[in-house]
Structures are given as structure tokens and as C-alpha cells.
């Protein structure tokens, strides 16, 4: 069954919508300039930093949709061993403790985007070689990929661990095949 296009499923997905339009594009402009550079002897001087910063944004917010989705790889050889309410102690305190990671992250990453706008206070902004255009339109993807991640943590923790919000979860919405320790 084919799903419409409505502008709440677009705000839904926007984090793998970004995601998807800045690797094509990464992709389009790498093979555009390798055509210019050894075809037409003319190379995208301009290229190599709207691919780098097309990058930056397609990995920090597809770390957010990969999160959502529950697809970063994770190595829970030891916690699958443990049995009862030990696993559960454990997967807890380990969720905890990715929320404040990813806290950490946001906070450290939003400080690096305002030291790329402000030295020392004063409204400075850093600008790209070649195009001379702000790095925190780069930089911003990282606080944006760790915030929503930090979102995504808190309410897996709320309706997945805690149980605190309850969920109703649409058939079609269930992806995968259920293994122990999570669907794959």
C-alpha cells in the first residue's frame, strides 16, 4: 500500500529526507567534478567544499535517523549473557549513560558552532577558502544530529524502558525480524 505524501509524514521522516537529498547530492557533484576535472580539463574549484559540508550533514543527521531507527551497531554480547533482573538493571543504567553521552555531545558540539561565529565574543564568523561562506552552515549539523539524537534517547527512554508514555504501534510499523536483544 503506497502512503500519501502529507506534510506531518515529511516532518516524520525529515531527518532520513535530509539525509537521503545530501548524499545524492554529494554524489552528483563527486561525479560531476570528476567529469570536469578529467574530461573537460575544467574542475569545480567550489566542489570539494559543498561535497565536505553536504557530507557533514548527511552523516550527523542520518546518525539521528540510524538512531531512530535503532540500527547503530551495538555490541551486547555480555548483557545478552546476563538473565532477569540483572539484563534489566544493566540496559538501563547503559541507556543512562548514552543519554548523558549524547548530552555531552550536543552541548560540546553547539559550543564548537558559537567558537565558529564568536572569537573571543566578538561576531567573528569563520568563512569556507573558497566560497567564503560561513562554517557554521556546516557546523550546525552536528549539534542538530547529537540534539535529536538526544530527543530520539530520551523518549525511547520514557516509552521503550520506563514505560512511562504508552505507544500503539501500527502493524505496518513493525520493521525487521525480532531477535533477542532488539529487531535487525
Keep these: 500500500m503506497k502512503k ?4 506531518k509524514l515529511i516532518l516524520q521522516n525529515l531527518d532520513a529526507i535530509i539525509t537521503g537529498v545530501t548524499l545524492t547530492l554529494c554524489v552528483i557533484l563527486v561525479n560531476l567534478n570528476v567529469i570536469m576535472r578529467y574530461i573537460l580539463n575544467a574542475p569545480l574549484q567550489w566542489s570539494e567544499e559543498v561535497v565536505t559540508s553536504l557530507f557533514v550533514w548527511t552523516v550527523f543527521i542520518g546518525s539521528a535517523y540510524a538512531y531512530r531507527k535503532h540500527s547503530h551497531l551495538g555490541v551486547d554480547i555480555v548483557v545478552n549473557m546476563m538473565h532477569g533482573r540483572t539484563k534489566a538493571v544493566v540496559r538501563d543504567v547503559m541507556a543512562f ?3 548523558l553521552v ?4 550536543t ?4 559550543q564548537y558552532v558559537y567558537n565558529l561565529i564568536y572569537v573571543r565574543g566578538v561576531f567573528k564568523p569563520a568563512v569556507t577558502d ?3 561562506i560561513p562554517k557554521a552552515y556546516t557546523g550546525i549539523a552536528v549539534p542538530l544530529g547529537f540534539g535529536v539524537s538526544t530527543l530520539y534517547s530520551i523518549y525511547f527512554l520514557l516509552t521503550e524502558r520506563f ?3 504508552k505507544v500503539k504501534k501500527k502493524p505496518e510499523e513493525d ?3 525480532q531477535v533477542e536483544g532488539g529487531n535487525y
Design 4 to 7: 500519501k505524501i502529507t506534510p
Design 107 to 110: 552541548v560540546i558540539s553547539a
Design 130 to 132: 573558497v566560497l567564503r
Design 97 to 99: 549513560v548514552e543519554l
Design 175 to 177: 520493521e525487521g525480524y
Design 102 to 105: 549524547l548530552i555531552m555531545l
Design 163 to 165: 514505560h512511562i508514555i
